[in-house]
């Protein structure tokens, strides 16, 4: 499987695009600081989707990178950005 997904960041409001295969290690990675564009950021995984094809997920974490498909997760994600925030 891949797996497009969603981490947002509290204390910068702002949400980060990405995809791979295996979700556990990469979000792993983004939690110790060794992805370079959200390193020194308090990350939290938001939402994730699960796909068979890898150009599917690509294409899907392309959409969330738009202006309509950030728009888009704002509505989507509206509580769970509340309860995040609301934690921190």
Excluded: P, W
């Amino acid at each position: 499987m891949y797996y497009a997904y969603i981490l947002y960041s509290c204390k910068y409001d702002e949400f980060y695009c990405g995809y791979t295969e295996d979700l556990r290690k990469r979000y792993t990675e983004h939690k110790n600081g060794k992805v370079k564009s959200t390193k020194n950021r308090d990350m939290s995984l938001l939402f994730y989707e699960a796909f068979r094809s890898e150009k599917d997920a690509r294409r899907r974490e392309q959409y969330f990178k738009t202006t309509k498909g950030k728009r888009t997760l704002k509505i989507m994600l509206k509580d769970s950005l509340t309860d995040i925030k609301e934690q921190k």
